[in-house]
């Protein structure tokens, strides 16, 4: 007891020990990594082909989407959209077939594993054999992410310029493939489709790389064709 | 600005492994950073002043594990790592 207001006296601190190093080595990630792996399983549990589409805003995601969905040819397709605010594009692909929920992120940048898995819950997927999600509009942020896909798809848009993939090449070269839209502005827009395609090769060696236009239909089937032969393979293969 | 995202989970790693650990302080955080991670190590410095300015206590033993005195050393190497190297604590 003090002697001044008869509270107990603060315990003089013991000396601080020596500073001593603990070795983690884990994954920033892994609590989402380990969510992507549950929804991975999930996804294979119901023979689910699930791609990740990335692109900045604008690319024509959800355009193509639309296109996809009127044209797959077996069965209808899922979609998961993640946007910052308002549920246009889950509307918009409603209405072109696709059975889709919106994720509204807020003030968040990218969707992450368990964003998704929340998702999910919300989608009926019997008798589904594709479902895409549509990422945030953006492409820095989503590229650490994993959401449990088997496929990454990044849209780049000829009206977007021929050196994104130099500018951001950690979205890019995690790409199984890169669908340059708006391929019928090409001209108009001054695209230099052979410089894009050379910086695809440096940045995305491994991405299969379509050229297509969401808006008029070209290259659409050589897109379709290309998931379906993706379906046909093992998700890791 | 994913980074703010990535730093509460550094932190949250962070203190319960230093809990586990016993310890009361946090001295240093090191992380292994890719430059083909997606994260930019000045936005990932700003991420880490704001994070562990709002989540500084320990919710068991209230004393800061984690403030403004806790280091953050970035291994910067080629490739797609983004990993909680090691801490160092007392």
């Known amino acids: ?237 | 600005m994913h980074e703010l995202a990535l730093m509460e989970e550094l932190c949250d790693l962070a203190v319960r492994a230093a809990l586990d650990h016993g310890a009361e302080r946090i001295h240093r955080v090191q992380l292994r950073l890719g430059d083909r991670s997606g994260v930019d190590p000045r936005a990932l410095r700003q991420a880490f002043a704001v994070v562990h300015s709002v989540i500084p206590w320990d919710p068991l033993c209230s004393k800061p594990l984690l403030d403004a005195r806790t280091q953050l050393n970035l291994q910067l190497v080629s490739g797609t790592a983004l990993e909680l190297v090691d801490l160092e604590v007392s």
């Open chain 1, 1 to 237: 007891m003090c002697g001044t207001c008869g509270c107990d006296l603060t315990p003089s601190p013991s000396p601080s020990p020596s500073p001593r190093r603990l070795s983690l080595e884990r994954p920033l990630l892994s609590r989402n990594d380990a969510q992507a792996s549950r929804n991975r399983h999930h996804f294979e549990a119901h023979r689910l082909q699930v791609v990740n589409l990335l692109s900045g805003p604008g690319a024509g995601k959800t355009a193509l989407l639309e296109q996809l969905a009127q044209h797959w040819p077996r069965g209808p397709v899922g979609v998961i959209v993640g946007d910052l605010a308002t549920d246009n594009d889950a509307r918009r692909l409603q209405h072109a077939g696709a059975r889709a929920a919106q994720i509204l992120t807020g003030d968040r940048c990218h969707l992450d594993a368990d964003l998704v898995d929340q998702a999910l819950r919300t989608l009926d997927l019997d008798g589904l054999g594709l479902l895409v999600i549509e990422n945030v509009g953006n492409l820095v942020c989503p590229a650490a992410f994993d959401l449990g896909e088997a496929r990454r798809v990044v849209v780049l848009s000829v009206t977007e310029g021929e050196d994104k993939p130099l500018k951001y090449p950690a979205l890019f070269s995690r790409a199984d493939a890169v669908l340059i839209n708006k391929i019928d502005l090409c001209e108009a827009v001054g695209f230099d489709r052979h410089q894009a395609l050379s910086h695809l090769q440096v940045v995305a060696p491994q991405a299969q790389v379509l050229e297509l236009s969401a808006r008029t239909g070209e290259g659409l089937e050589s897109w379709i064709t290309w998931l379906g032969d993706q379906a046909n393979t093992a998700p890791d293969g």
